[in-house]
């Protein structure tokens, strides 16, 4: 199976930034993408960005010029970084990885997720 470390979750300013990073690990064949997802208290969880093997992207229109998503492939790492930040930015972000891996029901392809990491937006 895949494990997902989160980290760079913290408090910020509004205006600031902040840079997110997922390590995946585990008997991994391939990674067919990588994305953040996000949840604020009594909200659904959100999309906020992915990124393919191929190194497509896709955000939350609300995100678009102030988050970039990338990855290191090497290290099967990916990475939000969060400029402009704005309060209703806040939420507990999760990463997500699609991959196939080796599972103890073998050779799986499944969505795993981090626990997650609290980012929060106050002045």
């Known amino acids: 199976q895949v494990q997902l470390v989160e980290s760079g979750g913290g408090l910020v300013q509004p205006g600031g930034s902040l840079r997110l990073s997922c390590a995946a690990s585990g008997i991994i064949f391939n990674i067919n993408a990588m994305g953040w997802y996000r949840q604020a208290p009594g909200k659904q969880r959100d999309l906020v960005a992915t990124i393919t093997s191929g190194g497509s992207t896709n955000y939350l229109d609300s995100v678009k010029g102030r988050f970039t998503i990338s990855r290191d492939s090497a290290k099967n790492t990916v990475y939000l970084q969060m400029n402009s930040l704005k309060p209703e930015d806040t939420a507990v972000y999760y990463c997500?990885?699609?991959?196939?891996?080796?599972?103890?029901?073998?050779?799986?392809?499944?969505?795993?997720w981090g626990q997650g990491t609290q980012v929060t937006v106050s002045s």
């Open positions: 997500n990885c699609n991959a196939r891996s080796l599972t103890l029901q073998g050779m799986r392809v499944m969505d795993s």
